[in-house]
T-cell receptor, first 113, second 111 residues
Framework: DVKVTQSSRYLVKRTGEKVFLECVQD?????MFWYRQDPGLGLRLIYF???????EKGDIPEGYSVSREKKERFSLILESASTNQTSMYLC????????????FGDGTRLSIL | RKEVEQDPGPFNVPEGATVAFNCTYSNSASQSFFWYRQDCRKEPKLLMS???SGNEDGRFTAQLNRASQYISLLIRDSKLSDSATYLCVVNSETGGFKTIFGAGTRLFVKA
């Protein structure tokens, strides 16, 4: 089974802090993704990566950056956290073929105070 | 028009009922399709892929209609544990790889 592990289930940070969310997958997947999910808005793609050191902006990249130094790890960075970034953050990974599904981590519920 | 549209529900059904969800997609070049299940405050989990010829997994049947651009999920003999949100997911590779998630259909199965 695919295992996608996110570093924290719950996280509370303060406005202006730099926040790191970590995601690791153990299936040698090329593609990795970061989403946020908010009530009534569904899943929205922040960034994705299809290879080490490669990254692509998703639909809502503003206020975020990512890092993929190793194939198994994809980090999401909130450069200066704001209250509107309070959300559920979900990491996913998949094989590169477009007929492959994404597999999700447990999610990180982030609160910015 | 949203790229992937689902009836948000909620669908309230008794145990043992048969329930069906539809999902429409706008990109005719879409290539692969999935149904995910998401429990409250949990991550989405793959329920099943949807194949052109239709496919079945136990009580669950998925169908694809490319001409009308919709996919469906049929749940037979509903169980209390089927209560969840069901997400329709569409992959396409027009102008780059893209995965679109529907907003989900909420299902409540009651005793």
């Amino acid at each position: 089974d695919v295992k996608v592990t996110q570093s924290s289930r719950y996280l509370v940070k303060r406005t202006g802090e730099k926040v790191f969310l970590e995601c690791v997958q153990d299936m040698d997947h090329e593609n990795m993704f970061w989403y946020r999910q908010d009530p009534g808005l569904g899943l929205r793609l922040i960034y994705f990566s299809y290879d080490v050191k490669m990254k692509e902006k998703g639909d809502i990249p503003e206020g975020y950056s990512v890092s993929r130094e190793k194939k198994e790890r994809f980090s999401l960075i909130l450069e200066s956290a704001s209250t509107n970034q309070t959300s559920m953050y979900l990491c996913a990974s998949s094989l590169p073929d477009d007929n492959q599904p994404q597999h999700f981590g447990d999610g990180t519920r982030l609160s910015i105070l | 028009r949203k790229e992937v549209e689902q009836d948000p529900g909620p669908f309230n059904v008794p145990e043992g009922a048969t329930v069906a969800f539809n999902c429409t997609y706008s990109n005719s070049a879409s290539q692969s399709f999935f149904w995910y299940r998401q429990d409250c405050r949990k991550e989405p989990k793959l329920l099943m892929s949807v194949y052109s010829s239709g496919n079945e997994d136990g009580r669950f049947t998925a169908q694809l209609n490319r001409a009308s651009q919709y996919i469906s999920l049929l749940i037979r003999d509903s169980k209390l544990s089927d209560s969840a949100t069901y997400l329709c997911v569409v992959n396409s590779e027009t102008g780059g790889f893209k995965t679109i998630f529907g907003a989900g259909t909420r299902l409540f199965v009651k005793a």
